[in-house]
C-alpha cells in the first residue's frame, strides 16, 4: 500500500512567486493534515480536512496560505505570494479516524529567495 | 497554551545501550493527548503511539517502552538495548481537549545516534 506522497520533494522559488504543493494521502483516509517546520522551530500544525471540508484551519499563518481537498482525495496548499519567511519543510499527514496524524510524507523542502 | 520541552537536543549512545528521551509537558486541560513520532533519515514521521490523559499505563512495544507520569507532566520514551536503526530524530507531541488529538504541538525533537 503506497504511503502518503508528497510533490515536490523540493522547491526553490523567488520572494513573490507561487508556489503550490500537493499531498497524496493514503487511500480511503478522511482525515488530511498539514503541518510545517519552519527554520530552527517546532513542527506547528497548519489545517486538518476531514474529507474535503476544513475541520480546523487556525493555523494557518495569513491569507497567503490557501489549503483546497477538492473531493476529499489529494489536497494542495498554495503560497501565493511567498516571503523569506515561509521557507521550511511542509509535511502532509493522513489517518482513517481523527485520532492524530499517524501517516506522514516526508515532507516538501520549500526555500525562499 | 500548551508546551512541549525535550530538554535533550542530541544523545548519543553504543548499541545496545538503554536510552531515555525526556518528555515534559504543559497543559491546562485535563483532557489530552500524547504523542511520540520518529523522523528516520528519509524524512517523513513515523507514528509510534498515543496516549490519552486518562490512560496512565506504561506501555510497551518490542524495544519500545513509554512511562507515562501526570503528576510530573512527563512521558518518556525508552529504547532498550537500542540498535543502530534507532539513529533518528524523536519528537513528542501534545494536543489538548476532547477533539481526539488532531492539533499537535510538537517539541523540538532529540536527535539520537547509536553507533556501533
Known amino acids: 500500500e503506497a504511503g502518503v506522497t508528497q510533490f515536490p520533494s523540493h522547491s526553490v522559488i523567488e520572494k513573490g512567486q507561487t508556489v503550490t504543493l500537493r499531498c497524496d494521502p493514503i487511500?480511503?483516509?478522511?482525515?488530511l493534515y498539514w503541518y510545517r517546520r519552519v527554520m530552527g522551530k517546532e513542527i506547528k500544525f497548519l489545517l486538518h480536512f476531514v474529507k474535503e471540508s476544513k475541520q480546523d484551519e487556525s493555523g494557518m499563518p495569513n491569507n497567503r496560505f490557501l489549503a483546497e481537498r477538492t473531493g476529499g482525495t489529494y489536497s494542495t496548499l498554495k503560497v501565493q505570494p511567498a516571503e523569506l519567511e515561509d521557507s521550511g519543510v511542509y509535511f502532509c499527514?493522513?489517518?482513517?479516524?481523527?485520532?492524530?496524524?499517524?501517516?506522514f510524507g516526508a515532507g516538501t523542502r520549500l526555500s525562499v529567495l | 497554551a500548551q508546551k512541549v520541552t525535550q530538554a535533550q537536543t542530541e544523545i548519543s549512545v553504543v548499541e545496545k545501550e538503554d536510552v531515555t528521551l525526556d518528555c515534559v509537558y504543559e497543559t491546562r486541560d485535563t483532557t489530552y493527548y500524547l504523542f511520540w513520532y520518529k523522523q528516520p533519515p528519509s524524512g517523513e514521521l513515523v507514528f509510534l503511539i498515543r496516549?490519552?490523559?486518562?490512560?496512565?499505563q506504561n506501555e510497551i512495544s518490542g524495544r519500545y517502552s513509554w512511562n507515562f507520569q501526570k503528576s510530573t507532566s512527563s512521558f518518556n520514551f525508552t529504547i532498550t538495548a537500542s540498535q543502530v536503526v534507532d539513529s533518528a530524530v524523536y519528537f513528542c507531541a501534545l494536543s489538548e481537549g476532547a477533539g481526539g488529538g488532531n492539533k499537535l504541538t510538537f517539541g523540538t525533537g532529540t536527535q539520537l545516534k547509536v553507533e556501533l
Open positions: 487511500s480511503g483516509h478522511d482525515n
Open positions: 499527514a493522513s489517518s482513517q479516524e481523527g485520532l492524530g496524524p499517524e501517516y
Open positions: 496516549r490519552n490523559s486518562f490512560d496512565e
